[in-house]
């Protein structure tokens, strides 16, 4: 039995536009518990970032930062994010170790 054109048309539509549907990661670009960049350089200093209102009165901002991407450090601009019940921000950072590499623990949030 053969199906109508119509009825084929819209069964390839609807899976190619829920195909095209995101869900945003949990964590930033480089961040997350567990989630370690190496990079063999410094990052530079951070950025001075003008903090802009908040869009909520419970928001809460995360400050930008380094992250290493395609052999180069790129900055990552802070954001606002509204606030989590019982978890607090980890925040990004750079540790050296001691082959002289440059680990980033990605920014996160933690349960109290």
């Known amino acids: 039995m053969k199906r109508p054109i119509a009825s084929t048309l819209i069964v390839v539509t609807l899976g190619l536009s829920l195909s095209a549907c995101v869900v945003a990661p949990p964590y930033p670009p480089g961040g997350g518990p567990g989630v ?3 990079a063999p350089l410094p990052p530079p200093p951070p950025r001075v970032e003008v903090v802009p209102p908040p869009p909520r009165r419970d928001y809460f901002w995360i400050p930008g930062y380094w992250l290493w991407e395609a052999d180069r450090h790129r900055w990552v601009d802070g954001r606002w994010e ?3 019940e019982r978890e607090h921000w980890v925040p990004h950072r750079w540790e050296h170790d001691e082959r002289g590499q440059w680990r980033a ?3 996160y949030w933690r349960r109290d």
């Open 36 to 38: 370690a960049v190496w």
């Open 82 to 84: 509204a606030r989590r």
């Open 105 to 107: 623990n990605g920014g």
